[in-house]
C-alpha cells in the first residue's frame, strides 16, 4: 500500500507563493500523480495533474498560469509551485496517485492512493 505525505502547507498573504510536496512510500516512476483540494464547505477539486513520465500536464482552469506541478521520479515525490495566491486557493491540498492516463488525470474517483493532505491558508 502506497503512503503519500504531503508538505509544504502554511499560511501565505495573497500574492505571495507556496511549493508543496509529496513524498511517496515507493516508486512512482509507474504512476501518473494528481493535486487536489478542498474548501471548507466545497467539494475536492481537481487543481493539476502529470503523467508517469513528466511529458505531460494537466491544469484546473482556475490555476492555469500561476500553478506548476512536477516530478522527481529518483526521489519518488512530485511538486507543486503556487504563485500568485488568493483566498480562493485557499483549502487542504491533497496528493494522489494512480495508474491512469489521459482524461482520467483529473477525476479524483480513478486515483488510488491518497495523502492526508496539507493545510494552505492565503490572507487577503
Known amino acids: 500500500q502506497m503512503q503519500l505525505v504531503e508538505s509544504g502547507g502554511g499560511l501565505v498573504q495573497a500574492g505571495g507563493s507556496l511549493r508543496l510536496s509529496c513524498a511517496a512510500s515507493?516508486?512512482?516512476?509507474?504512476?501518473?500523480m494528481g493535486w487536489f483540494r478542498q474548501a471548507p464547505g466545497k467539494e475536492r477539486e481537481f487543481v493539476a495533474a502529470?503523467?508517469?513520465?513528466?511529458?505531460?500536464?494537466s491544469y484546473a482552469d482556475s490555476v492555469k498560469g500561476r500553478f506548476t506541478i512536477s516530478r522527481d521520479n529518483a526521489k519518488n515525490t512530485v511538486y507543486l509551485e503556487m504563485n500568485s495566491l488568493n483566498a480562493e486557493d485557499t483549502a487542504v491540498y491533497y496528493c494522489?496517485?494512480?495508474?491512469?492516463?489521459?482524461?482520467?488525470?483529473?477525476?479524483?474517483?480513478?486515483?488510488?492512493?491518497w495523502g492526508q493532505g496539507t493545510q494552505v491558508t492565503v490572507s487577503s
Open positions: 494522489a496517485a494512480g495508474f491512469i492516463s489521459g482524461s482520467y488525470l483529473e477525476i479524483a474517483l480513478a486515483y488510488d492512493y
Open positions: 515507493e516508486r512512482t516512476s509507474s504512476y501518473a
Open positions: 502529470i503523467n508517469w513520465s513528466g511529458g505531460s500536464t
